[in-house]
């Protein structure tokens, strides 16, 4: 009896394996393995470019979802003391499996700038919050490695901030007065590129 219940556990066990073994193949088909990528973009949502970090969350196969956040900062201390800083939030949807994929992303990004003036005798602060969208061709391998992106973002200047009363009326009047002629907040597009890597 012992015998026999040996024999069939032998004859079992590389079934076992076997089936286990398929059933993984099944679930890992379509997975990314490789969940964050950092990379420097031009033109995208940040003008005139970022450094950003995304992560993905599902794995799905076809259709996956990640966020994003990026954004850059410069300044000229001999130039009147100018500050440049942009920032930027998307939530991405990413189409497809293999290393050819379709990207398309939603999202807000902030646009901040100051110098002194020597007319005025004071440091001049604007801001530019805007809505964006962008849509890009992607090449990313599922095992993770070099990645790249290009196509185009869209962005909506949403309000018009300074520190200036006059130059804060003048900003959104012409921000609210192009909303209603138009029916839309005043926008643009760029073509936009990106590469980093995928790990």
Known sequence: M???IIVIAFLLFPSLMLTAQTNDDVRQKGVR???NNIYINLFGPTIPGSLNYERIWTKNGFLNIGTK???FYIEFPKKNDIKLASGTFDVTFIFGKKANLFE???GWAGHYG???SDSEDKTK???VPTSTFSMHYRYQKPSGGVFFHVGFTGSSILAFLSNDPVELAVGNGVVYG???LTG???SFSLISAGVGVSF
Do not use: L, V, W
């Open 2 to 4: 012992k015998k026999n």
């Open 33 to 35: 393995s490789s969940s």
């Open 69 to 71: 956040i990026g954004g």
């Open 104 to 106: 398309m992303s939603f």
């Open 114 to 116: 100051s110098y002194y």
């Open 125 to 127: 602060m604007y801001a």
């Open 178 to 180: 192009y909303q209603y």
């Open 184 to 186: 839309d907040k005043p």
